[in-house]
Nanobody
């Protein structure tokens, strides 16, 4: 089993920045990648970014490219999502997730999920 705990959400004005953290524990040795997804009210969960658990490959949704950066600290079993130039449309609950299969950008490919953290961007 794997446990994921997100932190770092909050309220920020448009143009501001936030950094989300996701601490993983348990059987993380089987991980292929860690991903970030978000879900706004009334909308489906969408892919934001992902990073391979080993190696340097990263993946981003077009809507966040150039503004968000995903990184990891393997020694701390933690993945980060640095969010800059935030926009009101980035408002959502952000979830981190871990998968054990090479399907990094699709929610259905992820096996374990955190509880989510709210990000609200005011205009």
């Amino acid at each position: 089993q794997v446990q994921l705990v997100e932190s770092g959400g909050g309220l920020v004005q448009a143009g501001g920045s936030l950094r989300l953290s996701c601490a993983a524990s348990g059987r993380t040795f089987s991980a292929y990648s860690m991903g970030w997804f978000r879900q706004a009210p009334g909308q489906e969960r969408e892919f934001v970014a992902a990073i391979r658990w080993s190696g340097s490959s990263t993946y981003y949704a077009d809507s966040v490219k150039g503004r968000f950066t995903v990184s990891r600290d393997n020694a701390m079993n933690t993945v980060y999502l640095q969010m800059n130039s935030l926009k009101p449309e980035d408002t959502a609950v952000y979830y981190c997730a871990l998968n054990t299969r090479p399907i990094p950008t699709t929610a259905a490919g992820y096996d374990y999920w955190g509880q989510g953290t709210q990000v609200t961007v005011s205009s």
